[in-house]
T-cell receptor, first 115, second 116 residues
């Protein structure tokens, strides 16, 4: 079974630009979550999509948005990029574990550098 | 306010010995806990999980213990191997008002170094 894929793997943008990142979950997984990882803040939850609807959202400004398509693929968009948006953006697809909780499988991430 | 805390940024253990990684949480609504392992430039890899109805879960060399009254969990790796050297993240989740599990809340990680 193919894992979670993210494209692109690396991206360099300048301040003020916008960026779109893509994530394809594991086949059969309907939930996709996005996280931002920075050295100072660790892993922080951005939002979660399930069946094309945003189900949960973390504490990030409105510049961060996302969507999910009918095939469960998801995109996240960051507009008006700031230097502080430089981070590793991770996508995770979710299944229900044997113990009944969510089990998340992460993609390799997209490393975004804002200059 | 950090809801999931890993107070040891790094831990050094000799090969063959037991590695114990600790994690504390403050949110009593968390009911599911996970451990992830991360190598540089890769996404986190799921290791083991435990729900709040249990106090122990074992999978091969990995065992997670949960002490709900102390809001503390730990990951034991026995025996430790060189390939275990990585950053380990503790994560927690709970059911919020969004109709599904809230996103995971992660600790900042502990860098485990296994020495030969």
């Amino acid at each position: 079974k193919a894992g979670v894929t993210q494209t692109p793997r690396y991206l360099i943008k300048t301040r003020g630009q916008q960026v779109t990142l893509s994530c394809s979950p594991i086949s059969g997984h309907r939930s996709v979550s996005w996280y931002q990882q920075t050295p100072g803040q660790g892993l922080q939850f951005l939002f979660e999509y399930f069946s094309e609807t945003q189900r949960n959202k973390g504490n990030f400004p409105g510049r961060f948005s996302g969507r999910q398509f009918s095939n469960s693929r998801s995109e996240m968009n960051v507009s008006t990029l700031e230097l502080g948006d430089s981070a590793l953006y991770l996508c995770a697809s979710t299944t229900i574990s044997r113990q009944g909780g969510d089990e998340q499988f992460f993609g390799p991430g997209t490393r975004l550098t804002v200059l | 306010d950090q809801q999931v805390k890993q107070n040891s940024p790094s831990l050094s253990v000799q090969e063959g010995r037991i590695s114990i990684l600790n994690c504390d949480y403050t949110n009593s609504m968390f009911d599911y806990f996970l451990w992830y392992k991360k190598y540089p430039a890769e996404g986190p890899t799921f290791l083991i999980s435990i729900s709040s109805i249990k106090d122990k879960n074992e999978d091969g060399r990995f065992t997670v213990f949960l002490n709900k009254s102390a809001k503390h969990l730990s990951l034991h790796i026995v025996p430790s191997q060189p390939g275990d050297s990585a950053v380990y993240f503790c994560a927690a989740s709970g059911w919020g008002s969004g109709g599904g599990a809230d996103g995971l809340t992660f600790g900042k990680g502990t860098h485990l170094i296994i020495q030969p």
